[in-house]
């Protein structure tokens, strides 16, 4: 028997037709009629809210206008299909038969997460961007080894120089190389007495009553996830309806300006002449790090979240459309 999936909603007179069409063609192509509701998903609405009634059996999809010569000839072209397969003996196909008629756990997961995966995503990058706070707030209450477990946590993954992160707690909040030439604070070596040209001492320093303490992660790494939370909460409050930034947006607006910060500093401080000569020491401020690690992680986050949402969507309408079918039967 096949399968008939219609796409409708309430007070739709044109789907209360091609339900009446396909009773009268019940007794020469027998089917079972599955009715999704566009309005039970957002996404779905969005989709066919302008194109209902949309009917598809196996392969084929009718959308509206069409009439009950277009669903008899769909609905003959289905039937063939599967009497081809069925008779061929397929392995493959009763397989996907087989599979399209049971609810396994791991079609209700894929569901819960095509629904919820924003909920997830903004939850694991807060969680993430939020211990790298928790370190000095530990230090400074005294909690000084659970700190430094999160400080040794997130070594690996960013160089937590002291003169490149913001400090909780102190004098400032931040306190630069004197290579920056940011007017008006302390320097690095100035609050700590360290060598700022010891990097071994600048990543190992986490701060003191007078300083404060410093964050896990480096200044442009905070801006970097906090932007990509900012747009991840926007992005879920909007519905998911922002469309993805286009890819040339995002190379001269989140690619470039990062990349010149930071690889000419990077360049300009390996202390080789013949680079020397080409790029002048340079050493970036806390407010370009800030401003080329938001781009960075807004536009990222722009053009990555919402094609995600699309392949979401698609895994929504599949689960939908596979539950719908196995709850008719």
Known sequence: ????????????????????????????????????DIESDPALLEKYHL???????????????????????????????????????????????????EISGADRFSLWMSRNYMIVI??????????????????????ELPARVLYTAYSPLCHQLGFRSFFLFGQQAYYPRDAAGVAGVMTFTEATGLDENNLV?????LGNEQVGYKIALCQRDVAIYISILLFGIV??????RIKPLHWMAWLLI???????????????????????????????TPLLRVLTGALFGLTTAWFGIPYMEESMRETRELMLKKFSVVKKS
């Open 122 to 143: 903004n939850l694991l990058v807060m969680f993430y961007i939020g211990l790298p706070f928790l370190a000095p707030v530990l230090m400074k209450s005294g909690a």
């Open 1 to 36: 028997m096949l399968t008939v999936t219609l796409y409708t909603r309430k007070e739709c007179h044109l789907c209360e037709q091609v339900k009446e069409d396909l009773l009268a063609l019940q007794s020469d192509f027998p089917h079972r009629l599955v009715e999704i």
């Open 254 to 284: 989140g690619i470039v300006p990062i990349g010149l910060d930071g690889f000419s500093q990077l360049f300009s401080q390996i202390g080789l002449d013949a680079i020397a000569a080409l790029i002048p020491f340079r050493e970036s």
């Open 235 to 240: 992005f879920s409050l909007t519905g998911r």
């Open 201 to 205: 001492e600048a990543r190992n320093f």
């Open 51 to 101: 194109e209902i009634p949309v009917l598809e059996v196996g392969p084929y999809r009718k959308k509206a206008p069409f009439d009950l010569a277009d669903l008899k000839m769909t609905l003959g072209a289905a039937r063939d299909r599967q009497d081809q397969f069925q008779r061929l003996g397929d392995e493959e196909y009763q397989k996907r038969v087989a599979k399209g008629q």
